[in-house]
Antibody
Framework: QVQLVQSGAEVKKPGASVKVSCKSS????????VHWVRQAPGQGLEWMGI????????NYAQKFQGRVTMTRDASTSTAYMELSSLRSEDTAVYYC?????????????WGQGTLVTVSS | QSVLTQPPSASGAPGQRVTISCSGR????????VNWYQQLPGTAPKLLIY???QRPSGVPDRFSGSKSGSSASLAISGLQSEDEADYYC???????????FGGGTKLTVL
C-alpha cells in the first residue's frame, strides 16, 4: 500500500533552517510529483510547492520563493523540504503528499505531518 | 485570504443533506478540475473527491461533488456524526502556476 512517512517533530530558533523528509513506499517513486503543504495551528491548508518526478523542476508558491528548497532522492524514495530564515509564523504542521503523474493532478496520499515549532 | 472561497462553517442534523460551496476564478476552478479533502481532528487530510465528482476507493457514495463555471460544491447526504470534520477544496491555478486551497469549512453534525 502507498505510504509516506515523514521525519519527527523539530524545534528551531528564529533565523534557523529546518529540513523535513518524506519517505515513500508502495509505488514507483520516480513516476509521481510530490507536494508540500503546511497548516499553522488552527488554520487552513497552505500549498508551499511541488517537485517533479525526476526532481528536475520545482514550482514554489510565491510566498515561499527564496526561502524554500524542495529536493528528492530516487535511491531512497525520499523527498525533502528545507525552509530557511525561520520565523515564529512558520510554526506549523508540514505535510508531504503524493501528486499525480502530471502537475495538475490532485495530491492523493499524505504523510502523517511533521510539527515544526519556531521559538526563541 | 485564500484564493478559493469557502464558508467557514456548515451544519446539519444526522440524516440530513448539507452542501459546501467553493468559489474561485476562471484561472483556477473555471479551467481545472476540483478536488475535495476531509480532515478529521488531529489527522492528515484525506482525498474525498477528485476531478469534480470522482470518489477514491472506500469513500461512501454519500459524498458527491459538482462544478459549474468558476464554482464547485461538495454535497454530503445522510449526514453521520463521523462526518464532523474540516473540508477543503483545491485546484490548480493557471495564473499562479501552482495549487490553491480554499480556507476550509468546519462541518458540525448537530
Amino acid at each position: 500500500q502507498v505510504q509516506l512517512v515523514q521525519s519527527g517533530a523539530e524545534v528551531k530558533k528564529p533565523g534557523a533552517s529546518v529540513k523535513v523528509s518524506c519517505k515513500s513506499s508502495g509505488y514507483t517513486f520516480t513516476d509521481y510529483y510530490v507536494h508540500w503543504v503546511r497548516q499553522a495551528p488552527g488554520q487552513g491548508l497552505e500549498w508551499m510547492g511541488i517537485i517533479s518526478p525526476s526532481g528536475g523542476s520545482t514550482n514554489y508558491a510565491q510566498k515561499f520563493q527564496g526561502r524554500v528548497t524542495m529536493t528528492r532522492d530516487a535511491s531512497t524514495s525520499t523527498a525533502y523540504m528545507e525552509l530557511s530564515s525561520l520565523r515564529s509564523e512558520d510554526t506549523a504542521v508540514y505535510y508531504c503528499a503524493r501528486g499525480g503523474t502530471m502537475i495538475i493532478v490532485s495530491p492523493d496520499y499524505w504523510g502523517q505531518g511533521t510539527l515544526v515549532t519556531v521559538s526563541s | 485570504q485564500s484564493v478559493l472561497t469557502q464558508p467557514p462553517s456548515a451544519s446539519g442534523a444526522p440524516g440530513q443533506r448539507v452542501t459546501i460551496s467553493c468559489s474561485g476564478r476562471s484561472t483556477n476552478i473555471g479551467r481545472n478540475t476540483v478536488n475535495w479533502y476531509q480532515q478529521l481532528p488531529g489527522t492528515a487530510p484525506k482525498l474525498l473527491i477528485y476531478t469534480h465528482n470522482q470518489r477514491p476507493s472506500g469513500v461512501p457514495d454519500r459524498f458527491s461533488g459538482s462544478k459549474s463555471g468558476s464554482s464547485a460544491s461538495l454535497a454530503i447526504s445522510g449526514l453521520q456524526s463521523e462526518d464532523e470534520a474540516d473540508y477543503y477544496c483545491a485546484t490548480w491555478d493557471d495564473s499562479l502556476n501552482g495549487w490553491v486551497f480554499g480556507g476550509g469549512t468546519k462541518l458540525t453534525v448537530l
